[in-house]
């Protein structure tokens, strides 16, 4: 755990992975995620408080894989009474055919892209978010990430696992007896041997970054602070 593993690689991310197994593991992120990312407490505390009941925020979900985070976002908007039109990105085919497969959400689209493709293309959004994403890139391709992140919105939120034993052990027991038929432990597992510590991502990102520890086991990167008013573009409702 003294530095990130990078040589390692997660077994769903293998082209030639189980499809079976694969289902399962997009199936079962929204249970995982609900209980480890810390979501709702990031949506309560900053994102929450910039919506508006008249305009509408547009939010970018880079890497957004089954869809489980761009979906509660605009469930917890709406439930709120709130405005959002999210729209979810994944380069990997499967991801996106999963997403677009599932029950269809108001104010939320998936499509397969890199976020590269949305800066060359000139969009814009309000707010760009990320769900355990930043412990599968290198060095060069989080720089790419920050990048797009900062052309495509005045504020991210990239929220990710702190490596440390205490992550690595406690994912380990918590989801030993269950999981057992997709590849949410092993990759989690992996996961945290590739993720960084807030204090190493600190010491790298560009000016106007921080990332922030929101429990022993996560941080999230911000970015902007300062910006997106209150009631996002102003544009119209999907």
Known sequence: MRKRETGLAELMDAPDCDPRLLQNTYEQFATVNAVFSGWRGIYRRSIRPRLSTTLVTSVLDIGSGGGDLARAIAHWAARDGLRVRVTGIDPDARADAFANALPPIRGVTFRRAFSS???????????????????????????????????????????????????????????????RDSYIRPDGMTSVRRSFTPRELDAVVPAGWRAVPRSPFGYVLEYGTKTIARGGTGAPDA
């Open 117 to 179: 493709d949305l800066v060359a293309a000139g969009e814009s959004f309000d707010l760009v978010v990320s769900n355990h994403m930043l412990h599968h890139l290198t060095g060069a391709q989080l720089g790419g990430l920050l990048h797009d992140s900062e052309r495509l919105a005045p504020r991210s939120l990239h929220a990710d696992i702190t490596r440390s034993f205490v992550a690595y052990a406690g994912f380990g027991m918590l989801t030993a007896p269950f999981f």
